[in-house]
């Protein structure tokens, strides 16, 4: 397999992030499904080539920074992604209200199935 320089690597993941979170906070739908792709693919690619390794404790020191930013940025637009898909549900659930209840409400309904169903056994019971 052909090594990838890390710089360049890293660049390539910081602009990639970069251009994630501009198109989250333009909020077009368009531009964030491509900005989510490439990145994804851009960090595959990652994961899939080897990294030259370097000799230099410095440049070690200089790598291993610059990939805790990263980590940083990517917990930090994550965030921001969980964040705008609330807002996004609570104006769909605002506009649309749900015609079902909810899937965990109360278990009032069970309590009385459950019972009606006691009830209905014990009659077909053989005594």
């Known amino acids: 397999m052909k090594t990838i320089p890390q710089v360049v690597v890293l660049d390539q993941i910081e602009a990639e992030i970069e251009q994630f979170a501009s198109a989250l906070r333009s909020h077009q739908t368009e531009h964030l499904t491509y900005a989510a ?61 749900a015609s079902r209840k909810e899937t965990y409400s109360p278990a009032s309904g069970c309590l009385r199935w459950t019972h009606l169903w006691e009830c209905r056994s014990s009659k077909w019971r053989i005594q």
């Open 37 to 97: 792709t490439t990145l994804q693919a851009t960090v595959r690619e990652l994961s899939s080539a080897p990294l030259r390794e370097s000799t230099g404790t410095a440049e070690n020191m200089v790598v291993r920074n610059r990939l805790k930013k990263i980590a940083a940025s990517l917990l930090s637009q994550r965030e921001s992604l969980l964040r705008h898909a609330v807002l996004t549900e609570r104006s769909l659930a605002a506009l649309m209200p």
